[in-house]
T-cell receptor
Framework: KNEVEQSPQNLTAQEGEFITINCSYS?????LHWLQQHPGGGIVSLFM???GKKKHGRLIATINIQEKHSSLHITASHPRDSAVYIC????????????FGEGTQLTVNP | KAGVTQTPRYLIKTRGQQVTLSCSPI?????VSWYQQTPGQGLQFLFE???????NKGNFPGRFSGRQFSNSRSEMNVSTLELGDSALYLC?????????????FGPGTRLTVL
């Protein structure tokens, strides 16, 4: 079993819909990243969080340390949100190295 | 502030050759991490350098090596290339130091081994 599990693997939505991507992990962590990867490969860090909730524009990320679970929400989704969203954790015992989930391919149709 | 840059962006090599990839971190960042992304294995950690020292290493064979210079720029080298080394190689920089800092990724180098 992977240390970081994401669901769903694929998600198709209509423009304007509210979207949730989930991430569960099985190890103790220092922090959790949500990353966005567009076709072509470049990765953008959306959030780094170790507790609570963060919001940036239409994106919201939450984490529950006790339940080892994080969610990424996108409100009022738009076709430009189409990308792969990746959850990555920093294990408490591994310094800075990131351990990644398999990613969620999001497609938002107009 | 300029972002993380990687050169070259694309590279085609043949089996048995060796390759060197370069990563220039964000100004002021002292930590550089390297990652490999393949369709089969996803994103995997290769190694991390901080202040010219390798601080952390993933589970890759010794053909994969790296170094960091005094200006924090980093290179990674892959010797005796294999077809399975075809991948997107990403580097990420962070401030470094004792506590974990957010990592910022470069655009990647796409390596194709024929």
């Amino acid at each position: 079993k992977n240390e970081v599990e994401q669901s769903p693997q694929n998600l198709t939505a209509q423009e304007g819909e509210f979207i949730t991507i989930n991430c569960s992990y099985s190890v103790g962590i220092s922090a959790l990243h949500w990353l966005q990867q567009h076709p072509g490969g470049g990765i953008v860090s959306l959030f780094m969080l170790s507790s609570g909730k963060k919001k940036h524009g239409r994106l919201i990320a939450t984490i529950n340390i006790q339940e080892k679970h994080s969610s990424l929400h996108i409100t009022a989704s738009h076709p430009r949100d189409s990308a792969v969203y990746i959850c990555a954790v920093v294990r408490r015992t591994s310094g800075s190295r990131l351990t990644f989930g398999e990613g969620t391919q999001l497609t938002v149709n107009p | 502030k300029a972002g993380v840059t990687q050169t070259p962006r694309y590279l085609i090599k043949t089996r048995g050759q060796q390759v060197t990839l370069s990563c220039s971190p964000i100004s002021g960042h002292r930590s550089v991490s390297w990652y490999q992304q393949t369709p089969g294995q996803g994103l995997q950690f290769l190694f991390e350098y901080f202040s010219e020292t390798q601080r952390n290493k993933g589970n890759f064979p010794g053909r994969f090596s790296g170094r960091q210079f005094s200006n924090s720029r980093s290179e990674m080298n892959v010797s005796t290339l294999e077809l399975g080394d075809s991948a997107l190689y990403l580097c990420a920089s962070s401030l470094g130091g004792e506590s974990f800092n957010e990592q910022f990724f470069g655009p990647g180098t796409r390596l194709t081994v024929l």
